[in-house]
Each structure stands twice: as structure tokens, then as C-alpha cells.
């Protein structure tokens, strides 16, 4: 058996469908269908299985890789046999990685991210078994032309990676439940990238990667204090260290108040399917509404039910 994938659509490959005799022989190919050419060896010496899911995104590419102990290389005789030009970054979910390429070692704890090149050769170690999201994009989908500076360098706490990680992680959930929904995201993720390659290289990013930044950091805000019912405005900008102007830019036509009120209504949601038991009382003051009656108005507004209605499953009006 041989793993095949369509890179244009949805593709989950596992070595539990082979013997453990010919795990890792079809995890060699697994991950030369899903990424670029690679070889690999594993680590310990028996008992091997691995995971791939693979979400395409426009041109973006993100694949959720769960697998055992490896070392994978991108030699030069596997570059010079292909014509793949592609940026990808590692954002390390559990376990511990290393990046090698253009001299350097980057390590990488969960929440970190690092860059790599498909065009030069790079060798990535997992001593443990671990899980990491890679995010994939044909280099020339990016703003960012010379990688020699930005690859194998960990973007982490405190670093735009952070955000970035968050971002990445958060459109993968997006990209496999509602794949319509998350091709609208496509040019904020490419921006994203740029800003942080920009960021590992030492560059100053251009003025659509740093919009970018600045608009992923404002919705991070606005999704950790949505709970807070007095959040405005004036504390979102202070906050995110942008302008009243800016952040008015950001929010596009709907504006800041309306882009709150619908990330409130999608967190009620979620919790009222998670946890069917608490009173919708409670559920509003999660979400940062100031009254049960503010929170029925705006959720029928916006799903066209009451929030006892779209608990149990009624039918929009």
C-alpha cells in the first residue's frame, strides 16, 4: 500500500493502516505525499505510529502531525530532484522539536514556532514522540523573497510567533469543520506569516504584514476580555498599542462593537452546546452581556433564535 493525497483537499493518513512490520516505510511516504521529498529514520528502535491530517486553505497548506520519534532530513540530492518552493513553519503542540538549516539550531518548546525552507536542505530531530502543526505556503505567496536570514530561529513567548501559533492552531479547527468559513481568513494567515518571517529575519515587516499583526493582536484581545461586559473601544487600542484609527481599520465596515457583539454570540454558542445544564443567565454573563435580556436580543439577532431555541436544536426563524 502507498500513501496517496490530494494536496487540494481534505486527507488524513496513519500508519494504522499498515502492519507495524511496514509503519515506517509508509510513514516515509506519508510525509513526502503531505510535505515536500524527504527521508526520514526513526528513533527507537520498534513500535512506531504516526498521523497526518492535511487541511488545504487556498494555497495555504496545514497538516496536524502526531507521531513517534524520528529524525526527518531534506538532503541536497532530494532538493535538486524536485522544484517545490515552499516556506513552512513548525508550531510545536506537545513534545519537544529541533530545526536545523543555514547554520543554526532552533529549539522548539509547545507555543513555538520556526521557519524552514524546501528550496535548501534542513534536517528536523524529535527525540520523543510529539505533536506539531505545520503550516505550508509556496513562497511565492509571501511578502517576504530572502529566507536565509529567518529559518531555523524559535519564535516564542513574547515574540509575534506566540500570536501567530495561536492564530494557526485556531484556523485549523476552523479549516476542518467549516472549510468555507476559513477561506475567508486566507489573506490574514499569508499576512501573519509575512509579519513573522519578517520578525525571525530581523526585518522591518511592510505596512499589509504589520496591519496584519496588528489585527490578529486586537482579535487575540478581544477573545481572552469578551467576558468583560465594560470593554471598549478605548481599552481595546490602549491595550493592543494601536491607534483609535487603526483599530476602527481593523474592525472593517461592521466596526468594533459589532465585531465583539459576534464573537460573544459564537462563544454563547459554543457554550451552550458544551455544557446543556447551565442557566442562560449564566451563559450571558460569560459572554460579557450585562443582562439576560441584551444577551436573547442579540443572539436571536444574529442566529435568528433564542438561545433556548438553538440549544435544543429548533430551527432558525
Sequence with gaps: MSATMDRGAYAELTTSMVSAREAFAYWREMICATFVRLDAEPVAGAGFSGRIEHVPVGDLELSTVVAGSQHVRRTRSL???????????????????????????????????????????YTLHFDDPFHQLVVQVPKRELLVRDTRRLTARACGRGTPGAVVSTFFTSLADVARTAPGQSAVLLPHALGLLSATASFAGNARPGPDATEAMARERVLAFLRRNLADPGLDAETVARACRVSRRTLYRIAGEEGIAA????????????????????????VAAACGFDSESGFHRAFRAVTGRSPGEYRRGRPAE
Design 259 to 282: 465585531r465583539l457583539r459576534r464573537l460573544r454570540i459564537e462563544r454563547a454558542r459554543e457554550i451552550l452546546v458544551a455544557d446543556p445544564q447551565r442557566t442562560i443567565g449564566s
Design 79 to 121: 532538493v535538486a530532484r524536485g522544484d517545490e518552493e515552499y516556506l513552512l513553519a513548525s508550531i510545536q503542540v506537545r513534545g519537544r522539536g529541533r530545526v536545523e538549516q543555514d547554520g543554526r539550531t532552533a529549539l522548539l518548546s509547545p507555543g513555538d514556532l520556526a521557519f524552514y525552507d524546501s528550496t535548501r536542505p
